[in-house]
Nanobody
Framework: QVQLVESGGGLVQAGGSLRLSCTAS????????VGWFRQTPGKEREFVAA???????YSPDSVKGRFTVSRDNVKSTAYLQMNTLKPEDTAVYYC???????????????????WGQGTQVSVSS
């Protein structure tokens, strides 16, 4: 089992920045790929970013150039640096992890085995 805890959410004005953290416990963190997703009420969970075992990163065009995902295996923590935030970035942000190899698709929520509890990010206009 892997336990994931997100932190760093909050309220920020449009154009501001936040850095989310996802700290893992229970297993060797470097063996897991980590993804970030977000969700607003009534909508599907949306892929935001992911980082693989080797550090390869993935992100959709909607956040590319604004959001950066990274990891520190020594600290068992993944980060999501969010810059130039927009009101439409408001959501609950979740991190997820998987040790699966060929079954992992960074943008596919169902390919992750473990999820954090989520952290609220609110961006005011």
């Amino acid at each position: 089992q892997v336990q994931l805890v997100e932190s760093g959410g909050g309220l920020v004005q449009a154009g501001g920045s936040l850095r989310l953290s996802c700290t893992a416990s229970g297993r060797t963190f470097s063996n897991y790929a980590v993804g970030w997703f977000r969700q607003t009420p009534g909508k599907e969970r949306e892929f935001v970013a992911a980082i693989g075992w080797s550090g390869t990163t993935y992100s959709p065009d909607s956040v590319k150039g604004r959001f950066t995902v990274s990891r520190d295996n020594v600290k068992s923590t993944a980060y999501l640096q969010m810059n130039t935030l927009k009101p439409e970035d408001t959501a609950v942000y979740y991190c997820a992890a998987t040790s699966g190899g060929s079954s992992w698709s960074p943008w596919w929520a169902a390919s992750y085995d473990y999820w954090g509890q989520g952290t609220q990010v609110s961006v005011s206009s």
